[in-house]
T-cell receptor, first 115, second 114 residues
Framework: GAVVSQHPSRVICKSGTSVKIECRSL??????MFWYRQFPKKSLMLMATSNEGSKATYEQGVEKDKFLINHASLTLSTLTVTSAHPEDSSFYIC???????????FGSGTRLTVV | AQTVTQSQPEMSVQEAETVTLSCTYD???????LFWYKQPPSRQMILVIR??????QNATENRFSVNFQKAAKSFSLKISDSQLGDTAMYFCAFMTGTASKLTFGTGTRLQVTL
């Protein structure tokens, strides 16, 4: 149980276009989901906390208009990278919080390449 | 703000041997939780072990155990009988009782060799 599905696993897009990444909790409801960015051989950097039915909470330095987050249901959060540029190329990971301490399940990540 | 420090960027251990990964953290909170996550080459984050700060007993999960020193704000991970499949990045993570978000350390790359 407690599976989080993240799609796509890899995406290549052209500069200036937008790309949407989906994060779904398959067998539990997640009122809170988190979006991370990970650079090569680096740690996970929290970008934002996604709350179902309300606006996301962004970490300092993360552009809200660049990284749009929508959490419209208890099982789905999406991250849209708008007007993507090569510097947005990275590995993006979502996680969903289950009930109880330590109840975090991670998606398998999305490798975004902007060309 | 909470910070998590992993001072060992890379470590190597021979198969069947024991290795300890270090982690220190800084917080003014009294109620918090600590975790070790493993990220193998597939990049899937996998929970290895967790520790509640209010518990004095060190957590253990099969070959994995922690040495939690609350006063020293230290949370090291011991891997016994290392296996090739233990090769991965290991991240120490921290969460307060009030906030939901995890704060990760910079990671330790562990290589298990024959």
């Amino acid at each position: 149980g407690a599976v989080v599905s993240q799609h796509p696993s890899r995406v290549i897009c052209k500069s200036g276009t937008s790309v949407k990444i989906e994060c779904r909790s398959l067998d539990f409801q997640a009122t809170t989901m988190f979006w991370y960015r990970q650079f090569p051989k680096k740690s996970l950097m929290l970008m934002a906390t996604s709350n179902e039915g309300s606006k996301a909470t962004y970490e300092q330095g993360v552009e809200k208009d660049k990284f749009l987050i929508n959490h419209a249901s208890l099982t789905l959060s999406t991250l849209t990278v708008t007007s993507a540029h090569p510097e947005d190329s990275s590995f993006y990971i979502c996680s969903a919080k289950r009930q109880g301490v330590g109840g975090y399940t991670f998606g398998s990540g999305t490798r975004l390449t902007v060309v | 703000a909470q910070t998590v420090t992993q001072s060992q960027p890379e470590m190597s251990v021979q198969e069947a041997e024991t290795v300890t990964l270090s982690c220190t953290y800084d917080t003014s909170e009294n109620n918090y939780y600590l975790f070790w996550y493993k990220q193998p080459p597939s990049r899937q984050m996998i929970l290895v072990i967790r520790q509640e700060a209010y518990k004095q007993q060190n957590a253990t999960e099969n070959r994995f155990s922690v040495n939690f020193q609350k006063a020293a704000k230290s949370f090291s991970l011991k891997i016994s009988d290392s296996q090739l499949g233990d090769t991965a990045m290991y991240f120490c993570a921290f969460m307060t009782g009030t906030a939901s978000k995890l704060t990760f350390g910079t990671g330790t790359r562990l290589q298990v060799t024959l």
